[in-house]
């Protein structure tokens, strides 16, 4: 084909633009060329180069990243001519644009990916926004166009392949949280979008968080999933502004599928990164991208978060997982102990099951130990092994005050509430209760640091620590800080202070 000259008449930019779509559509799948090259227009070409106008910037990055070789190509195919091919953005295309086939239409290429994410959930749901809604080929193209998908390099995890929902122990405590990642998981963006799971710690979001991903890649293993801790995303924010290359940040986290943020409460306080994040969020939610987030508490509770993130947030579905009850616990324990290779009798497992109640990660560790102390010592597992394995969980139950004794203490010494002590104030008459429950947590439990935020509302260790330095500091320096602490420390019967 002849090249057309610099300013070419619209007539020959017509013919040009009507063979490049012929030879596009020979190199990308039917629904990829619906999803990015039916509303694309060709703007200008010259001798060496092509402009190309898509409707917004994430169309035009997205076809800069994964479909420039094949626009190459079908150029030079074309015109038997290598032109540099740019890519802009004109927003009147948007005046033009031609309606989506109706739902109903077939498929052209009768794959089967768009009855597999219809089947999912109803196309839109009232009150929010229409992209929930967008054609399931769409979404199912946008889910596996891109090159190479999978956990993309730039997340800060290697998937766990325990964490599926095959080995999520399913019980009154966690059953919605359950049914809910599952609806994420199998019709992403348009289920439950933004999923947003919150829950103490320990009490499985990262697992269930890891297995929408494995769901999503086993049905559509090209989506490109970025999977992350909010403290990376703050991390890399930070060092995106500190070097100047914001744009090649927004790319990187603008770019996929499935954007999986856990601990999203970490962007507390961080109001630069609220903001960049609210951008990310919109440009993929407007895209029909799923995002997937966890939180130590619900978006309203996030201390200094955005109203219109917390309203964005509430989007989809927010939904709890809750500490597990006593028979979860014994399934739990069971199924662990299964998982490793051994079978823990009803009595032992009851032993764990009642001692250990708020954190399933901790009642994990029990049956690490039983399992390795058994196989160290060549002894089953019975009640008497169970009793020197887990001789510091069990102890602290006997003798030492538990947890919930010094919360009880706390409490009564202070007149303040359960609810308080674990919600996100941060009045003085709150926050110093709770720094001292903390203090005495650490002081005469067994409890990890990350263990005592979890009974706090989630707190994260950095918080429980601060709590124990600031205490410890006024018990030092400040008479009254000293009588309120010794005096709870007698009332707990675990003697004085040194
Ligand atoms: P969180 O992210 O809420 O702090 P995790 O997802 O890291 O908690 O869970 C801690 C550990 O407990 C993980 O090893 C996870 O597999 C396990 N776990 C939590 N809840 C369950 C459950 N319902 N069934 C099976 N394992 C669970
Ligand atoms: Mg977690």
């Given at each position: 084909?002849?090249?057309p000259s610099?300013g ?6 017509r013919?040009?633009w009507?063979?490049f ?13 619906e ?17 190309l106008?898509?409707q ?7 076809l ?22 740019c ?15 109706a ?7 009768g794959?089967?990916?768009r009855?597999?994410v219809?089947?999912g959930?109803?196309p839109?749901s ?8 967008r054609?399931?080929h769409?979404?199912a ?9 999978g956990l ?5 995890v290697v998937?766990n ?12 405590c ?7 990642a599952?609806?994420a ?8 979008n933004p999923?947003f ?12 968080l890891?297995?929408v ?6 049905r559509w293993p090209?989506t ?5 801790s909010?403290?990376?995303?703050v991390?890399h924010?930070?060092n ?9 940040f927004r ?5 996929v599928d499935?954007?999986?943020v856990?601990?999203i409460?970490?962007l ?5 990164t609220q ?6 969020f919109?440009?993929?939610?407007n895209a029909?991208k799923q995002?997937?987030?966890?939180s ?13 993130l917390?309203?964005r ?5 927010v939904?709890?997982?809750e500490?597990?009850c006593?028979e ?5 324990v069971k199924?662990?102990s299964?998982?490793r ?6 009595e032992v497992?009851?032993m ?18 039983l ?11 019975d009640g008497?092994?169970?009793k020197e394995a ?14 919930d004794?010094?919360?009880q203490?706390v409490?009564e010494?202070?007149g303040v509430?359960l ?22 947590a650490?002081?005469?439990t067994?409890?990890?640091?990350e263990e005592?935020?979890?009974f706090f509302g989630g707190?994260?260790?950095s918080?429980v620590?601060?709590a124990?330095?600031k ?9 009254p800080?000293?009588?309120v602490?010794?005096d709870l ?5 675990t003697?004085?202070l040194?």
């Amino acid at each position: 084909m002849q090249l057309p000259s610099s300013g070419a008449d619209s007539g020959s930019l017509r013919e040009l633009w009507s063979h490049f779509q012929e030879a596009i559509q020979q190199r990308v799948q039917p629904e990829q060329f619906e999803t990015w090259f039916r509303r694309t227009a060709l703007k200008r070409v010259d001798g060496d180069s092509v402009e190309l106008a898509v409707q917004n910037a994430f169309s035009r990055d997205w076809l800069e990243s994964y479909y420039r070789d094949a626009v190459e190509e079908s150029l030079f195919s074309i015109l038997g001519a290598r032109l540099a091919v740019c890519f802009t953005v004109d927003e009147e295309l948007t005046l033009v644009e031609r309606e989506p086939p109706a739902p109903s239409e077939p498929m052209t290429n009768g794959t089967s990916a768009r009855g597999e994410v219809a089947r999912g959930g109803p196309p839109g749901s009232p009150g929010l926004p229409p992209s929930i809604g967008r054609p399931a080929h769409e979404t199912a193209a946008a889910l596996s166009s891109g090159n190479g998908g999978g956990l993309l390099v730039n997340s800060d995890v290697v998937l766990n392949p325990k964490y599926t929902f095959d080995n999520f122990v399913v019980g009154p405590c966690n059953r919605f949280a359950h049914a809910a990642a599952m609806g994420a998981g199998e019709s992403p963006g348009k289920a439950y979008n933004p999923f947003f799971l919150h829950g103490s710690v320990g009490l499985g979001k990262t697992h269930l968080l890891q297995s929408v991903c494995f769901t999503v890649l086993e049905r559509w293993p090209r989506t490109r999933i970025l999977y992350l801790s909010c403290e990376t995303f703050v991390n890399h924010f930070i060092n995106a502004l500190e070097n100047g290359d914001l744009a090649e940040f927004r790319h990187k986290y603008r770019n996929v599928d499935l954007l999986v943020v856990d601990d999203i409460h970490l962007l507390a306080n961080k109001e630069r990164t609220q903001e960049e994040f609210f951008h990310t969020f919109n440009t993929l939610y407007n895209a029909g991208k799923q995002i997937v987030l966890s939180s130590d508490s619900p978006p309203k509770d996030i201390p200094t978060l955005q109203d219109r993130l917390v309203s964005r947030f509430k989007w989809g579905l927010v939904t709890e997982v809750e500490a597990p009850c006593y028979e979860t616990r014994m399934a739990i324990v069971k199924r662990k102990s299964r998982e490793r290779g051994c079978e823990i009798e009803d009595e032992v497992a009851q032993m764990v099951a009642e001692r250990i109640e708020t954190n399933v990660r901790e009642l994990e560790g029990a049956v690490t130990k039983l399992i390795g102390y058994s196989r160290l010592t060549g002894r089953t597992i019975d009640g008497s092994l169970a009793k020197e394995a887990l001789r510091d969980v069990f102890e602290v139950r006997r003798g030492q005050p538990s947890m919930d004794d010094i919360i009880q203490a706390v409490i009564e010494q202070f007149g303040v509430k359960l609810s308080d002590l674990q919600s996100k104030k941060r009045t003085a008459s709150v926050t110093y209760p709770r720094q001292v429950a903390m203090y005495l947590a650490r002081r005469i439990t067994r409890h990890s640091l990350e263990e005592i935020g979890g009974f706090f509302g989630g707190r994260d260790h950095s918080t429980v620590l601060y709590a124990v330095d600031k205490i410890s500091g006024l018990i030092v320096d400040d008479a009254p800080s000293r009588g309120v602490v010794e005096d709870l420390l007698g009332r707990l019967g675990t003697g004085e202070l040194r």
